[in-house]
């Protein structure tokens, strides 16, 4: 017996970083071009820059929702029965994208009943990618698959049902393995699966980028035959809004959690690059001990040393912001869920707490980068214990070398003082010079006893500053 469904729908919701922390004008500028061409982009360059201008005039606009369009939905070309659902909610681009496929010739519904076989959900998936010019979300994505049974069914035969549907979505599908829960909404059953692509073969941002192309979140949501379609329509246009904001908040728990993943491999890179100085700071006594110090191998080695402190710190403080990212919508999302527990009361949502409080997603998400911070804090304390040492010892030398300066300078000037009380003396008994030609005083008593005088305190001045030269440049 061939399964037969009415209104078979599908409902895409996508979402894009709207601007992450420390992005450049320009870049924002981009996601803000790309969130564009996935509602127009099918118009003329002239056209778009206007749609697009739209969307840029919201950016720094500090509201927690803002609907980019003053029309509200931007509806599919006649015949085709779906729109576009843009909106602006806080750092985010949110989008729902609806298909219910071609009205009829009157233009109204076409609640026919439709054989499953026919394969009606992967038609309508394929024309939503295409609408969206077959770009996925940069953040993540849901999809929402949605129709009226013609029957009656028990439990295990609507989940039959829904099995030959997710088919239709995903090509390497496993029922068992993606299935995280069902439940009652709405007089409906629902079902919610999520398939997580696993050994991509890349790591940091590229897995990202190839995980939210393959990754699917998928809710197939089945009404019983004692609906109407009308009634259906409605009850699915009153759960919209609270959709949208409760994956808004699984997507962003997911996104941050495979950032901090990219963020631990790069601390981790920088912790094996600062271990060389690690080794050198413990050769310190011993060089301290031997006076073999070199203030320009140490100044090297703190200048490096704090160009590792810097990339540290940056990565380790974007490894903390995802951490209070998960945070944060992980407590929306729970307060979104109970808000839709008692606006549904006589609803079965359960199965939407697995991905909050299951020990698999979100709860071992959030230990495992708490985790992460509490092992790889200590290599900050590390970097800035060592190049506070480092500094310390230059400051050391500096200083005993300046000590030195100063004494050889006191001394030098002594000599030459008592050279010049000499000279002015002895030149007292001597006849002037005659000509600037005249070097006779060279041999003169006055110029002989002032070199004798000066020289216990010159001679000392030149081999100690030749001494603090190589010293310093060697």
Not at 47 to 69: A, G, H, M, P, R
Not at 129 to 142: A, E, L, R
Not at 362 to 374: C, H, I, S, T
Request: proline residues 3%; glycine residues 6%; contains cysteine.
């Amino acid at each position: 017996m061939s399964e037969e469904i009415i209104y078979p729908s599908i409902d895409l919701f996508l979402y894009d970083l709207k601007d992450g922390l420390g992005q450049e004008q320009s870049k924002i500028d981009q996601n803000c071009r790309n969130f564009c061409k996935k509602i127009y982009g099918d118009l003329d360059e002239q056209s778009f820059e206007e749609k697009y201008t739209q969307f840029q005039k919201y950016q720094n606009i500090d509201v927690d929702v803002i609907e980019l369009l003053d029309t509200r939905i931007r509806q599919f070309p006649s015949p085709l029965d779906g729109y576009y659902y843009p909106l602006q909610i806080g750092d985010t681009y949110a989008l729902q994208v609806n298909d219910s496929g071609k009205r009829d010739v009157n233009g109204r519904y076409n609640d026919e009943r439709q054989n499953i076989k026919d394969e009606p959900f992967l038609k309508l998936k394929q024309e939503i990618t295409q609408h969206i010019s077959g770009q996925t979300g940069t953040i993540g994505q849901t999809w929402l698959l949605w129709g009226k049974l013609t029957s009656q069914k028990n439990d295990a035969e609507i989940e039959e049902i829904a099995q030959k549907c997710y088919t239709q979505i995903v090509s390497n599908y496993d029922w068992k393995r993606d299935l995280i829960g069902k439940g009652k909404l709405e007089s409906g059953t629902i079902f919610e699966l999520w398939y997580t692509p696993q050994n991509l073969g890349v790591n940091g941002k590229e897995f990202w980028e190839k995980f939210r192309q393959e990754s699917h979140h998928v809710l197939i949501w089945l009404f019983p035959d004692n609906i109407s379609p009308d009634d259906m329509r409605k009850r699915v246009q009153s759960v919209y809004y609270e959709f949208l904001r409760l994956w808004q908040y699984r997507h962003k728990v997911v996104w941050s959690y495979y950032q901090s993943r990219s963020q631990k491999t790069l601390l981790k890179k920088e912790y094996v690059e600062i271990q060389p100085s690690i080794k050198q700071a413990s050769e310190l006594p011993k060089l301290l001990q031997t006076n073999s110090l070199k203030l320009s191998k140490l100044q090297e080695t703190l200048s490096a040393n704090l160009i590792n402190l810097s990339d540290y710190t940056i990565a380790l403080n974007y490894l903390e912001n995802q951490n209070r990212t998960i945070q944060l919508n992980l407590d929306n999302y729970k307060s979104r869920l109970a808000e839709m527990q008692k606006k549904y009361a006589g609803s079965d949502l359960k199965f939407l707490q697995t991905f909050s409080d299951g020990e698999i997603y979100a709860k071992k998400y959030q230990r495992q980068v708490e985790a992460d911070l509490a092992n790889l804090n200590p290599g900050l304390t590390l970097l800035e214990n060592l190049n506070s040492t480092v500094q310390g010892i230059i400051d050391l030398e500096q200083t005993k070398s300046d000590r030195a300066l100063d004494n050889t300078i006191a001394l030098a000037g002594i000599g030459l003082a008592i050279s010049g009380i000499t000279a002015t003396a002895i030149s007292a008994k001597q006849p002037p010079v005659t000509s600037y030609k005249d070097f006779s005083f060279l041999g003169s008593p006055t110029f002989v006893w002032s070199m004798i005088f000066s020289a216990p305190f010159l001679i000392p001045l030149v081999f100690r500053l030749l001494y603090r030269f190589f010293r310093l440049f060697r």
